[in-house]
């Protein structure tokens, strides 16, 4: 048996939070048999549509796939979307009590019209609304998460930059797992880096990344031996990432890198570069979903951090083979971590 293996017998008695943006996909498939007459653009029949959950929503499903329990905390609009979207997770026992209704937005909806295996358009409907007074966090999220985080053993912030994510939400949410010494793990914005000040870890994809660092100042990067913004090797991303690391001051960064795998920094230890499981790539979206989903599951479960990264690692290979935002199963996850042992 491989020693991972034995972590993910614990992954069911964990209790994760997810906290972050939440997006309802719709895919709507067909077929193209011929041009509209009124413009040149090709006439899709539809033959099927359905929904799934998206943004800080497939964080908890691919949490939720592994066994685990799992409470999102998010906004919805009052629309037919956000009771679609509640309805979803639901299905997926995923616990919604923590989601609430904003009259000021639309639920995110994120529709892929796709045919004959190739994805001809994608239709966005979303209103950013940054809860910059404080208000909305104050009067649902916030009495909603104090009252109820004793109840989790890991909390995973999803930022896709909606307006959920604002320096008072980090703050309580850190200083409450601090208290409570359990972990809380970022998938970051480049925008609210300096929120994350007291985190555990974040993971970041190369790109994201990148843009971090083309963020700081010259003398910044200088100062903290940044010397490349281009993550086009692993000596860059090595020297770059440990920079990063050091000028954020967290715990740790585990920077997903695609067909490269991961690479993992720790505060006091050097980087630890764990290539990729993937045998062949059909679609990465949804990748670093399932990443930031199985690291922290593994830090709840009692697992080192790079311990963490190699099993998360084992999972983006699997979802990466598959079409979609897929999630994982436990038995292809033990499947995949035997086979790499």
Do not use: W
Not at 5 to 33: E, H, M, N, P, W
Not at 233 to 250: E, N, P
Not at 295 to 318: C, P, Q, R, S, Y
Request: charged share 25%; proline share 4%.
């Amino acid at each position: 048996m491989h020693k991972s293996s034995a972590f993910l017998k614990k992954f069911r008695k964990c209790r994760i939070l997810v906290v972050g943006d939440l997006i309802l996909d719709q895919y709507i498939k067909g077929t193209v048999d011929r041009i509209s007459p009124e413009a040149p653009v090709p006439v899709i029949l539809q033959t099927e549509m359905f929904h799934t959950p998206g943004g800080a929503a497939n964080v908890a499903n691919n949490i939720s796939s592994l066994g685990a329990s799992v409470t999102v905390v998010g906004r919805i609009g009052q629309d037919h979307e956000g009771e679609l979207l509640k309805k979803t997770l639901k299905e997926r026992k995923i616990r919604i009590n923590g989601i609430f209704k904003d009259r000021r937005v639309h639920t995110i909806l994120k529709t892929r019209i796709i045919a004959h295996q190739q994805q001809v358009v994608r239709l966005d409907r979303e209103v950013v609304a940054d809860d910059s007074n404080g208000l909305f966090y104050a009067r649902s999220i916030a009495p909603f998460i104090h009252r109820n985080f004793h109840r989790f053993d890991a909390v995973i912030i999803s930022d896709y930059g909606k307006g959920i994510v604002q320096p008072s939400l980090v703050e309580d949410i850190t200083a409450l797992a601090i208290r409570r010494k359990i972990p809380v793990v970022v998938d970051p914005k480049v925008e609210h880096l300096r929120f994350y000040g007291a985190v555990s870890s974040i993971t970041p994809n190369r790109k994201e990344t990148e843009n971090a660092l083309r963020s700081l100042e010259p003398q910044t990067r200088k100062d903290f031996g940044i010397t490349s913004t281009k993550l086009d090797s692993l000596d860059t991303v090595k020297r770059s990432g440990q920079g990063l690391l050091k000028y954020l001051g967290i715990d740790s960064l585990l920077v997903t890198l695609g067909e490269d795998g991961l690479c993992l920094f720790e505060s006091g230890n050097d980087p630890v570069h764990i290539p990729t499981r993937a045998r062949e790539v059909f679609d990465v979206s949804g990748a670093g979903d399932t990443v930031i989903s199985v690291f922290t599951l593994a830090l709840a479960a009692g697992a080192e951090k790079t311990v963490a990264a190699d099993i998360a690692n084992h999972a983006a290979g699997i979802v990466v083979a598959k079409a979609g935002a897929a999630s994982v199963t436990p038995e292809e996850l033990r499947e995949a971590l035997e086979a790499g042992s």
